[in-house]
């Protein structure tokens, strides 16, 4: 459990009621409204927060809005009866964008040859790309009009500054008016996460659940916050177990290694910025977070009249190379059905063009997306039952409802998978397996790359991230790093039992394995 009575005492006093990105510049309330995550338990406990006026803002995790005054009233009790996962006040997060100038003159696309689609033909509509961003002007040239562009909400432009979502919309699927967008016919929809002069943490998680819903796809999130909010987390995550792919900016500050959230979230597809010279651009952040970069420098994007007369500006910022990675990821996905969202991250970092001599840097990840490479590339093994990084992530009631599925049960005595890690992106794959009474579990582990750890942790243990004497009474057994290794554990008890084998991630930042498990009596 990740909240407790002191954070939501905190919460309703607006110790983090700030925005994202430099809190010091965003605007503060005073008594902010107060979102709940509750455990999947509390389903039939919520009457209380009907009567009260409180409003759902998720389902899938179950995810509440509650004014300050309500929070402090129910909250306590909530969480006195375990059914609080986690607290956070209902702040504002800032669009990413590092400069926007005047577009004196049509440009030539060099974003296009960048990313090597130079002379390829985009597809017809296939998946879709939603943007969760500030309003979407359906008025402009660029999208009136234009066919398979539907608003997931109610969208408003209401102020100059709500330009960053037709922006972002027009690099993945401007008509061609004056600028094309990288996939001109894309599936475009749009979720208006723009409230109290900015983005706001219960729009976006909203946002974030409604694409979720609608299938899997492309989510491009080009904002960020330097503050970690694990209700954030969660719903991405469960967008990602639904088969969305997401999309992150890596952040505008460079001189500070860290990307923001939700770019440094694992299950997230992190881009920096490039220039047409292939270099970083000077604003783009250095993180390990990061998996790709994209052109994000002087790219020419729509914007509503109200901030141009023009309708257009040149744009600079990783909030621009995210929405042309999110384009040519939905591109290549229709033209490569069969992926799945984890087949398809790593489809594109094997892929990606290098730049410079290192495999994998901190500047630009993997490399720049190459999207000729990406569609005619041999298809990576599907990364199997993720996201599951921890125990929370595969017990049933935990993040989610259903938890995943046992490897061994009463049925089923063996199982074989192939699966991946990365240190920053997917450091740990835990599973369930079930033991019979006075029965034996044999686990092996053998490397096709790079290193891992394996453990095995009894039935009632929290989370794999236990250290000292919890560590000492949950963990049941351990290998060492090395290319292969069994551990085998007894079930003493008179009756099955559920441990969680964990595979992590060892000393090289990303491998490889087989996992292999027998049960017998």
Same mark, same amino acid.
């Given at each position: 459990m990740r909240a407790t009575v002191a954070a939501i005492g905190a919460c309703i006093l607006g110790l983090a009621g700030t925005a994202a990105g430099s809190d010091a510049n965003m605007p503060r309330t005073s008594s902010p409204d107060v979102l709940v995550e509750l455990i999947a338990r509390a389903g039939l406990r919520l009457d209380g927060l009907h009567e009260a006026g409180a409003r759902r803002v998720a389902a899938e995790p179950a995810i509440w809005k509650l004014t300050a005054a309500t929070a402090a009233r129910l909250?306590? &009790?909530?969480?006195?009866?375990?059914?609080?996962?986690?607290?956070?006040?209902?702040?504002?997060?800032?669009?990413?964008?590092?400069?926007?100038?005047?577009?004196?003159?049509?440009?030539?696309?060099?974003?296009?040859?960048?990313?090597?689609?130079? !002379?390829?033909?985009?597809?017809?509509? !296939? &998946?879709?790309?939603?943007?969760?961003?500030? !309003?979407?002007? +359906?008025?402009?040239?660029? +999208?009136? !009009?234009?066919?398979?562009?539907?608003?997931l909400n109610r969208q408003e432009i209401t102020s100059p500054d709500d330009f960053h979502g037709t922006a972002i919309s027009s690099l993945i699927g401007a008509q061609g008016k004056e600028i094309r967008g990288i996939y001109p016919r894309a599936r475009l929809y749009e979720w208006d996460a723009s409230e109290k002069g900015g983005l706001t943490l219960s729009a976006i998680i909203a946002g974030i659940e409604a694409a979720a819903r609608a299938g899997p796809g492309v989510i491009n999130l080009s904002f960020g916050s330097d503050a970690d909010v694990p209700m954030l987390d969660d719903v991405i995550l469960e967008a990602f177990r639904k088969g969305s792919l997401i999309v992150a900016a890596s952040g505008d500050s460079r001189g500070f290694d860290f990307s923001p959230y939700p770019a440094g979230y694992p299950h997230v597809l992190t881009v920096s910025a490039t220039d047409r010279h292939d270099n970083v651009a000077t604003f783009s952040s250095p993180s390990s977070a990061i998996d790709l970069a994209g052109p994000g420098v002087d790219v020419k994007v729509a914007v509503p009249r109200s901030h141009d007369p023009s309708g257009y500006m040149l744009a600079s910022g990783t909030s621009y190379s995210a929405a042309l990675v999110s384009g040519a990821l939905a591109w290549i996905w229709t033209r490569r059905p069969k992926l799945d969202n984890t087949q398809l991250i790593a489809l594109v970092r094997r892929t990606a063009r290098k730049l410079g001599s290192e495999r994998i840097s901190n500047d630009t990840g993997y490399g720049l997306l190459d999207l000729r490479a990406a569609l005619s590339a041999p298809a990576p093994p599907p990364d199997p039952l993720e996201p599951n990084d921890d125990i929370q992530l595969v017990r049933p009631g935990g993040i989610f409802q259903h938890g995943s599925p046992l490897l061994t049960s009463r049925k089923k005595r063996t199982a074989t998978l192939e699966a991946r890690l990365d240190q920053n992106k997917d450091p740990a794959d835990v599973y369930r397996t079930w033991i019979p009474a006075r029965g034996l579990l044999h686990v092996t582990v053998r490397t096709h790359t790079g290193d891992v750890a394996l453990r095995v942790w009894g039935p009632h243990t929290p989370t794999i991230m236990e250290r000292g004497r919890s560590e000492h009474r949950d963990l049941l057994a351990t290998g060492s790093l090395g290319g292969r290794h069994t551990i085998e554990v007894r079930n003493r008890s008179t009756s099955g039992e559920i441990v969680y084998i964990d595979v992590s991630a060892g000393v090289s930042r990303t491998s490889s394995y087989v996992l292999s498990v027998a049960t017998q009596t």
């Open positions: 909250l306590p &009790k909530l969480e006195r009866d375990g059914l609080v996962r986690s607290v956070a006040p209902d702040r504002v997060i800032a669009p990413l964008d590092a400069t926007a100038r005047p577009s004196t003159s049509v440009q030539d696309a060099w974003w296009v040859r960048a990313l090597d689609a130079s !002379g390829l033909t985009p597809p017809a509509p !296939g &998946k879709r790309v939603t943007v969760v961003d500030t !309003g979407l002007d +359906f008025n402009h040239p660029e +999208f009136a !009009g234009r066919p398979n562009t539907v608003a």
